[in-house]
């Protein structure tokens, strides 16, 4: 028997061609026959056809492994994800009161310091009526009062002044 199988790599592929051999020599099928129609082609076809599916079976199964180990540790860092979620919301609220709060105590102190000013400048201009007024109204004590030529007149002529 002399075959050429070059293209076979692996001890596997080599009993897998000689079962095929051996499969095809009970049927009585002749090598040429074989060779004419492309039949050693077709055998590499098949066994590449096997291999993909055993490796997409293959694959399937790891990934499916895979996605049952690691759903727990996506579960937790879903979870994880969500409070961060939340409390970053809980922090753009309290920012946002803040905010507020702090626009609400800036123009009351601003309302404040308005009238503090207000108040400053009408204490400052207050002075100058009530000074005149004062004047106006004001007893003159015996020691501001100037006494008048008259006054000293009379008190020359009574020996007092």
């Not at 105590?105 to 009238?115: G, R």
Request: glycine content about 4%.
């Amino acid at each position: 028997m002399n075959t050429n199988v070059s293209f076979l790599t692996t001890q596997e592929e080599i009993s897998q061609y000689l079962g095929v051999i051996s499969l095809l020599n009970r049927v009585k099928i002749s090598r040429d026959r074989i060779i004419r129609t492309g039949g050693e082609k077709m055998v590499i076809v098949y066994i590449s056809l096997a291999a993909i599916v055993l490796s997409l079976v293959f694959l399937g199964v790891y990934a499916f492994k895979t996605f049952k180990r690691v759903k727990p540790a996506i579960n937790s860092l879903s979870e994880t994800a969500a409070r961060l979620q939340q409390k970053t919301d809980t922090i753009k609220v309290e920012s946002t009161q803040l905010t507020e709060n702090q626009q609400q105590l800036m123009t009351d102190i601003q309302v404040k310091k308005e009238a503090v000013t207000s108040t400053i400048e009408n204490a400052k201009q207050t002075p100058k009526p009530i000074i005149q007024l004062w004047k106006r109204f004001k007893p003159e004590s015996k020691a501001d009062k100037k006494p008048s030529s008259k006054t000293k007149k009379l008190l020359a002529s009574y020996g007092r002044g």
